[in-house]
């Protein structure tokens, strides 16, 4: 307990209200670098227990696995605490800290007691980042996403306490699916992995985080899931068709969205996918790539969300429509964005092209064509959504007019941190390989393998062009589909707006109506609670009385039959 | 000296109240309830050590030997209870020099002090007695000198809540009283020991069932069990905050005590939850309470009253954990009932200092002023997340053993009564956090500063509570202790 990175940088964070000015950004910038320094001086394996409750804990394991993610988490942690430098809310800045504890400390765990204690303050410190909107809409977002978490949370006891019951231990090894309480964790992971149907919490919540809010919450809870996902569930085949759908559905919402950083929300889910597929396979080559993409996943996303927010920052708005034009008042942000767009798009020379080619190589191995065909169109769905959409409509596209100024030096400052990281793990991807749990045997950078993404990026960046100079597309649902051919492309915008016209419509007749009966409905089952009604008034001295008789008389009753 | 003490526990603070009244002055009262707590926590604390070295003590009261005497008995299973109640007396004997002055005139003072003294004496007797009627004595000697504390309460709303309290604190003592003249008329002895060794010979006795019934439903008023609870948010939410301090950390905590003790030690286990349902209500009304005091107190709009409906939700908890009746469920009953303690004392404790510094508790009048009274505001979200069971607090501790115990038994459904009230408990601490902290400040008005005493004690409470949480040795030896002698009749 004594050594642990997550302590320092709860400690960290405990400092950052106390500081103003110079020191205080000093603290933010030093605590998640001692956090590195601390990590890669503890020696592998695992501290000393400690006793709690009868319970032998090990809140400190350091194996390849564990201390790849971390790495990716505390680099995740400097570069969001050097993003949120500018604000004067020390609420969110010391916030953060605890979340990136959270995820370290959930990371090194060693036992499943640890693990739901971290797992639980993720999801309590992330919450703060969406309140700290300070507005009544953030606010309900985060009471939903906090609700979600908890779940997930409880979810998680109630899977450890099954386990523990069975006799199987509290260590934090391979779980399984079968094991006991095993589909209860697996359901736990599934939240705050956004398994299908269990992702919604995640578009719904995210771009209502705060700027800052936004890049630490895409850097921390989803990849704290899948880690936990690549040490308990390691090799479980469904996981390759949870993944393979978390892959390629978001691309269709994705592509018709407008809130850039729901967008990116969507994008982080297929990116998400690709992870979760390779943990499905499993195997040194799915486990590894599932950890570099992660660790990859965390900065280009986090670079992302960054220009993202500095667009938002100086214009007061992420939605594509109202964006446009801002390389010429924004140029370094807009070169940044295009750097993460470029990583996350996976051209070589950049870091998703090192380590995605993992999970593809992977899927190859185990010759699952239809997986890999999949997942090759969700590579070239990305493109569409994150790598061209993305740095397009927010900088490019149609001159909305804004002549603001560049984003502030601290930002910048960040983005050009991630953007390094990014074109590093690119160019030389052994720097991240040589940390990877397995050794790695695959060179990236062959001329097939590089020809092959070639094309597929080039095609898909000429169909965009194509079809954005025949002016094809109607201005709110700019989009590009490759493998959709022309007669489509037009039925699905009309289509599609034949079909939101009619649910406008319809929302616009039943949508009050339904709105006002839930709220009757509210006011109807929390009535008995509120104060002033039967239950919650002070009651009469009678009442209390016949109470009091009527629970004597009943126990009499049944003593005596 | 030693062999004199667990008559002198009960005697200091009996002795001290009429000196209180004697007084006159407040600060002087004040110093001899200090004196009182101290002496008895001090008695409390050398009685826990030697009955963990020699096991349990027993004292003959005047000399007449049991069973025509009066019997006084320390043992496991109420040496946690002693230290929680004269604990809880010294922390309110200190932050009363802050808070009393704030409420109550000086013409009064030192009668308030006067019923704190025979409220604890009464507490500490009926814990440490070994008789049923004297039992019932103390009962009343603590009972009443509470409804009058709780009528001391600065608003005008604390009459009718005291006088309710009293009518239906009564009738549950009257029902002891009944049930204790019952089991009199089945063994014509009133030895707590005596009456086991009785009772077991009068097995499938009517009278005998009719005995523990009436005794188990005037304990369960007593204890503010649901749905007999229904005295307790006016008495707490009305009482001074010294009062609601005090009482919420021991007088329902004592009655459930006295359920553990007469249950196992008296009427014996295999009567109460074999042939007598009573183990299954209680898991129900544990249950229920559990589920439906937390949602009210989410409705709630003032701190105090809050926090009391609370209370009625943990005493769920620690009814079901008892009704279990197996050494897992008892040992987590008393480990949450320790933690319980501390977290409430320290939460009431905290409402009260805010009292103190706006006027108000209600938490419209706490709108935004997590930034302004950042330290109050801490403590109350700590002490918080104690009630939700976020670990690692102490009411973690607590809950994860009720937890175990409860599946250990395969009480699914009362398992998820918990789980659904800790979400419960989350919604209504969430919501201070959020009034405290994302809501615009109603006035601009500048809180007044912050009397140290209580400061003081708001933070020794919370600061117990998490290294109750962090490092549970002390209070678990003591909860297993306790359910070992409880079950093994180590008394």
Known sequence: MTANPALLLILGAAGVPLLRGLPRHALMAAVPVAGLVLLWALPEGTAPGLQFLGLELMPVRVDALSRVFATGFLIAALLTMVYAMHLRDTLQQAMTLVYAAAAVGGTLAGDLVTLFVFWELAGLSSAFLIWAGRNERSHRAATRYLAVQLLSGLLMLAGIVLRVQSGAGLEFGHLGLDAPGGALILAAIGIKCAFPLLHSWLTDTYPEATIVGAVALSAFTTKFAVYTLARGFAGTEMLVWVGLVMAVFPIFYAVIENDLRRVLAYSMINQLGFMVVGVGIGGALGINGASAHAVADMVFKGLLFMSVGAVMLRTGTANGSDLGGLYKSMPQTAALCMVGAASISAFPLFSGFATKSLIMEAVGQEHLTVAWLLL???????????????????????????????????????????????????????LLYDMLPYAVDYAPYTTAHVINQLQLLLLAALAFTVLVRTGLYPPELRSVNIDADYVYRRALPQGWRALSRAADAGRARIGPVLRRRGGELWEIATGPLRPGSRVSRPWSTHLMVWWTALVLGAMLLLAFL | MIANLPV????????????????????????????????????AAVLARQVAAHGPLHYAVGGWAPPYGIEFVVAGYNTPVLLVVSGAAVAAAVYSLGSVRTEIDDRRAPLLYTFLCLTLGGLLGLTVTGDVFNAFVFLEISSLSTYAMVALGPRRRALPAAFRYLVIGTVGATFVLIGIGLAYAVTGTLNMADLAARLAAADSDRALYAAAVFVFVGLAVKAAVFPLHAWLPGAYGEAPSTVSTFLAATSTKVALYVLCRLTFTVFGAGLVFGTMPVGRIGLLAGGLAAVAASAVACFQTDLKYLLAWSSIAQIGYILAGISLGTAAGVSAAYLHLINHAVIKASLFAAA?????????????????????????????????????????TAGFAGKWALASALIEAGQWPVLVAMLVSSLLALGYIGRIVETAWFREPASVAEPSGAPASMTAVVWVLVAVSVVFGLDAALPASLAESAAEALLNGGG
């Open chain 2, 8 to 43: 002198l526990q009960v005697l200091i603070p009996l002795g001290c109240a009429p000196l209180c009244v004697l007084l006159r002055r407040r600060s002087l009262a004040w110093l001899v309830f200090l004196m009182a707590a101290l002496g008895s926590l001090a008695c």
């Open chain 1, 376 to 430: 090759l169109f969700a590579s070239a769905g990305v493109f569409h959504h994150a790598g061209i959409k993305i740095p397009y409509f927010a900088f490019f596209a149609h001159d909305r007019g804004y002549r603001v100024a560049e984003a502030p030096l601290n930002m910048r400052a960040a983005m050009v941190m991630a953007a390094v990281v990014c074109v590093a793990i690119g160019v030389a991807p052994s």
């Open chain 2, 352 to 392: 009260g200092l805010v009292l103190v510094r706006l006027g108000s508790v209600q938490l419209s009048a706490l709108a935004g002023l997590g930034r302004r009274m950042p330290w109050t505001f801490a403590a109350i979200v700590i002490a918080g997340l104690g009630l939700v069971g976020v670990p690692p």
